[in-house]
Structures are given as structure tokens and as C-alpha cells.
């Protein structure tokens, strides 16, 4: 489902876990044209409404690799990768509190470099590189790891990651439950 915006992007429709789709591997980006100017707006559209600090295109049933990012208290710092590639990480790791938009709720410690260095491409395919540490690090490598199909509750504990799908699939039920009363109401 996608809601069209009076300024011609769109909010897209985000996979919830456990759904299948979020374990496909995204494919290198090859053009770089409006249809991928148009979705990294539609992403970011989602990602702000949503509201999020990260968004992967995978996340949004589109296997390609692009990811927007903005962790700024202002949403005013939007980053795009495409075709992201971690060139570098530090051996010193830290454990940072993460959530997803695909697993509304679930907060929960994650260990990973403290410091990378990563490359990509903007929407127009110039290549770049940037160093990052703090919540920007975690973010990058959380969305890249949505890329892989990997969803970060995979690095948690079985029991937790079974508690956390049962969860998520009740929550499904109800909310497809609430859209049929709807649905049905509306007749």
C-alpha cells in the first residue's frame, strides 16, 4: 500500500518482522535515475513519518541497496547510500539500544564496531566515504545488515528472538483483524 503526499512522494508500506521478504539480499543499485531519485524521497517521506532515524530499502519491499539515514534531533541531515560497503571497523565494540521500524516496540542491546568507515554512492552514483561512530555507525550498520537480510533481533538470544516473532504475529493478526472491521463498516 502506498499513500500518495500532496508534494508527489509517497508514504511506502513497512514490512513488519517476521515477514519473509525482510530476509531477501538487496542487489547493487545499476542505474542511477529518477525512479531511484523518486523512492530515496519516498523512503526518507516514510522514514520521517514514521518516525524513524534509518530506513533500508528492503524494509519497504524493494531489493536494492539504498538506505536513508538522518540522526540529527531536526531532520535536517538526510543521508543517502546506495550500494553501501563498510571499508573499515574498529576491533573496540560497544553495545547500543536499538529499535526498527519493522519491529515496532522491541528495544534491545546490540554489540557492534564502535567506529567504521564506509563507502557508497549518492542518488546521482558520485561515490563517497565517510567515518562514523556513535548512533551514525550503529544506524549504518543496522540498515546495511537489512540489506543482507538480517534483521537485527537475529542477534539476539533464540528465546528472545521467539518471544519477540509470536509478538509481532499477534500483533499482526489484530492489526489485519481491524482492517477487515473496517473494511467491513465501510459497506
Known amino acids: 500500500m502506498v499513500l500518495l503526499l500532496k508534494s508527489g512522494m509517497a508514504l511506502l508500506s513497512i514490512l513488519r518482522y517476521p515477514d519473509s521478504r525482510l530476509h531477501k539480499i538487496a542487489k547493487p543499485v545499476t542505474a542511477f535515475d ?3 531519485k523518486q523512492l530515496v524521497a519516498d523512503m526518507a517521506e516514510t522514514m520521517y513519518e514514521a518516525p524513524g532515524v534509518g530506513l533500508a530499502a528492503t524494509q519497504v519491499d524493494v531489493h536494492e541497496q539504498i538506505l536513508v539515514i538522518d540522526v540529527s534531533d531536526t531532520q535536517s541531515d538526510l543521508r543517502v547510500f546506495i550500494n553501501p560497503q563498510i571499508v573499515w571497523a574498529s576491533e573496540e565494540r560497544q ?4 529499535g526498527c521500524l519493522s519491529v515496532p516496540g522491541i528495544y534491545d542491546g546490540v554489540e557492534r564496531p564502535a567506529r ?9 552514483g558520485k561515490p563517497f566515504e565517510i567515518e562514523a561512530e556513535g548512533l551514525m555507525a550503529v544506524c549504518i550498520q543496522h540498515e546495511m545488515d537489512h540489506l543482507k537480510g538480517k534483521v537485527f533481533v537475529e542477534y539476539l538470544s533464540p528465546l528472545k528472538r521467539n518471544r519477540i516473532k509470536a509478538r509481532m504475529a499477534k500483533e499482526e493478526r489484530e492489526l489485519r483483524k481491524d482492517r477487515e472491521r473496517d473494511r467491513v463498516g465501510m459497506r
Open 95 to 98: 553495545i547500543y539500544d536499538e
Open 34 to 36: 529518477q525512479r531511484i
Open 116 to 124: 567504521i568507515k564506509a563507502r557508497a554512492k549518492d542518488t546521482d
